[in-house]
Each structure stands twice: as structure tokens, then as C-alpha cells.
């Protein structure tokens, strides 16, 4: 799953990593097995791993390019890693095996550009050292959560709205947002429950400087808006491409069709496939047989 944090002080005030670490201990559900945080100048970003491509520690978060002028810090997974990782070609002297070095590079080469290649889900910020610039961005389809929160001193970001409290020090509920809560039974973004502290929408990057927020513009991803010729092809290419990990992978069954298909399509690229199901006492809702 993951989880990243960090703080931005546009200022040039030298950021310190206690409330960052603190901001990463709100989130160490998410990455139980390393938590790390790297702090330079004004920028100070932080990382939960749950380790699923390359299990080595070299494949830890913040990851630094051997020059040491980027740094990012990445939730999620990029399916077509491979294929960038080729595109780049001896540019790159890899060091890992993981995706989340070959999105640096990638990054790198590109820019915000970039973003636009991806085939994945993910919630990141890349840096610029030198500089002294950066952005977030979050996947085209917002599957994974990232919020901030902008201060005339500070940009502060979160996997987790906890986190973002704490690293800005935001208290005040958002009553707007309550109501909101209590009509549809979820808040709708940007809102969170808290002043102050947004969610970033689905394919939205957000850069920054020292001057503060730059831009806002969104992710121009064509992954996700072509139309398979063959569906089943599509299902296959989809699922396996979710498959790549070096730990045991397992799917939610729950007998409906489409948990039925994406199980049954995995078992066929795993034989060791994990499923998970959940039953209830009401025979209505009850579809355990089924899965």
C-alpha cells in the first residue's frame, strides 16, 4: 500500500524532519516494513514501504538519483515499468530492480510530461534539490489518496488527512463538509473534514517553488480512455499486468461476476493465488457459496 509525506517551505526555511516523522507514523498502516525520511534546504519528505517490487532496502524510499539533484517519494505501482525502463535504455545505471527507481529516472528525463506515460496507480512527489522545486500528482483515476494543505509559509502534503494535521497544525472541522457527510455518506473532494486540508483530485498535479503554488493542471493519461477491440484480450492484458510481485498476491472473491472473472483469470497466470471472502448471517446479502 504505502504512504508518503512531507513539507515544503517556500520561505527557505530549513524543514525539519520531527514533524514530517511524526506525519509518517500516522501512516506506518500502510508501509509496515521501512519508514523513512530525507531532509534537505527547505524540503523535508518522508516514506511508509510496504515492499512489493524488489523487496531490497536499496529499494527504500526517498529515493535519490545517484546525483543526488532528485529525490521522489511514491505510493502505488506502475504496470508498464518495463517498457519505460527500456526506453530509457544505458541512460540509466539502475541500481534496483523496482519500479519506483525507473519512475525517478523517467521522470527526470521528461518532466510533468511524463505523468502522461504512466499506466498505474499512484500518489507521488518528485523534487527537484537544486532548484528547489517540486510537484504532486496523484493517478488519473484516483485510486490512491494524497492530501495538503497550502500556508503562506508551507506546503504540506499526506497520504492520510492526520498527517497533513499534523504537519499544519489544522484543527477546525469543516461543517460544510459534515453536511456533506451526512447527505451522501462520504465527502466529496476536495473537501476534507478539516479547513484548510484538500484532497487532491484524480489526475491533478499540483508544482510548486519557492514562490509558492506554480500550477495547477491534470494528467493527460490516454491509458485509460481507448477502447479495446477485444474485451477478453483487455482482461487478460489488464489482470496480468496487476500480477508483477515479488510477495504472494490475492484477490477479494466475492461470487459477483466481476471478482469471478478477475480471480479466475489470475489463477491462471498464479498457481498460488490467495482469496479472501466475507459471508454474512442474511441470506440476502449472503454470497459466500457463490465465491
Not at 96 to 110: A, F, G, P, Q, R
Not at 172 to 193: M, R, S
Request: hydrophobic share 40%; proline share 3%.
Amino acid at each position: 500500500m504505502c504512504g508518503i509525506a512531507g513539507q515544503y517551505f517556500f520561505n527557505n526555511q530549513h524543514a525539519s524532519n520531527d514533524a514530517v516523522s511524526l506525519a509518517v507514523e500516522s501512516i506506518v498502516h500502510r508501509g509496515p516494513d521501512n519508514q523513512s525520511i530525507f531532509t534537505k534546504g527547505n524540503i523535508a519528505v518522508g516514506h511508509a514501504r510496504l515492499a512489493i517490487i524488489d523487496l531490497d532496502e536499496q529499494a527504500n524510499q526517498p529515493f535519490l538519483s545517484t546525483d543526488q539533484r532528485y529525490a521522489l517519494a511514491f505510493n502505488g505501482e506502475i504496470y508498464n515499468y518495463h517498457s519505460l525502463k527500456s526506453q530509457l535504455g544505458n541512460t540509466v545505471d539502475f541500481k534496483t530492480k523496482s519500479d519506483t527507481e525507473v519512475l525517478l529516472y523517467w521522470l527526470i528525463k521528461n518532466g510533468i510530461e511524463g505523468l502522461n506515460d504512466l499506466n498505474g496507480f499512484f500518489a507521488l512527489a518528485f523534487f527537484d534539490l537544486k532548484e528547489k522545486t517540486g510537484f504532486i500528482a496523484r493517478d488519473s483515476m484516483g485510486i490512491k489518496p494524497l492530501c495538503y494543505s497550502i500556508d503562506p509559509n508551507a506546503f504540506s502534503f499526506c497520504s492520510g488527512v492526520k498527517g497533513v494535521k499534523i504537519l499544519s497544525g489544522k484543527n477546525d472541522i469543516n461543517f460544510d463538509a459534515v453536511g456533506q457527510y451526512l447527505q451522501h455518506t462520504y465527502i466529496p473532494a476536495p473537501l476534507t473534514l478539516y479547513n484548510g486540508i484538500n484532497k487532491l483530485l484524480p489526475g491533478e498535479i499540483l508544482k510548486f517553488n519557492k514562490d509558492g503554488i506554480v500550477s495547477s493542471s491534470k494528467i493527460r493519461s490516454s491509458v485509460f480512455t481507448s477502447v479495446p477491440k477485444d474485451l477478453k484480450v483487455a482482461l487478460e492484458d489488464s489482470v496480468k499486468l496487476r500480477l508483477q510481485s515479488d510477495v504472494p498476491v490475492g484477490t477479494f472473491l466475492s461470487g459477483g461476476i466481476d471478482s469471478s472473472i478477475i480471480s479466475a483469470i489470475a489463477k491462471k497466470h498464479r498457481s498460488e493465488l490467495n482469496t479472501f471472502s466475507i459471508g454474512f448471517e442474511s441470506g440476502a446479502f449472503d454470497e459466500s457459496s457463490k465465491a
